[in-house]
């Protein structure tokens, strides 16, 4: 069975094709383009692993702190661009969500429930049997999403000392 962690975390596309994505939604949903949505898309783009919108918002006032971009913006782009399919996000319920640009190679992921590890992976078997169960079901599986929740190895070895 191939697995293996080191998934491709660069972005298919490239920035200029997401950029005229971008703009083309928000052209259809009749919002401008500001400099404040390109900042967060190209941080978006240039973030490699999983962030809350907090995270991302921090990231953008540590690196352009003259921008004036507020925390109502990043939510209100985050859920654009996700129900567009240009992010993906995990839920941790009552947490939140952490997010992850859409436009990478397939992964699914695996997260530690103690201390909110993310890890992606991709296993050719898993993906062959997901393929099978939605044919022995007659599905015509369009997309799907794997998520592995447990202790990751550092937080089984605190709680054992606790």
């Known amino acids: 069975m191939k697995k293996s962690n080191e998934v491709a975390t660069s972005p298919l596309i490239p920035y200029e094709t997401l950029l005229s994505r971008f703009k083309e939604l928000l052209k259809s949903n009749n919002l401008k383009f500001t400099k404040q949505r390109e900042t967060i898309l190209f941080a978006l783009y240039n973030y490699t692993g999983h962030f809350t919108p907090e995270e991302l918002y921090r990231r953008i006032k540590s690196e352009q702190p003259g921008l004036n971009t507020g925390i109502a913006t990043i939510y209100r782009t985050l859920s654009l661009l996700e129900n567009a399919g240009l992010v993906t996000s995990i839920s941790f319920g009552t947490q939140g969500k952490k997010y992850e640009l859409g436009v990478k190679a397939h992964h699914d992921h695996i997260i530690c429930t103690n201390c909110g590890k993310i890890l992606e992976f991709y296993d050719e078997a898993i993906e062959r049997r997901q393929e099978i169960i939605a044919e022995e079901f007659g ?24």
């Open 139 to 162: 599905f015509k599986m369009e997309d799907h999403s794997m998520k592995i929740f447990g202790l990751c190895p550092e937080c089984q070895n605190d709680r054992k000392f606790q």
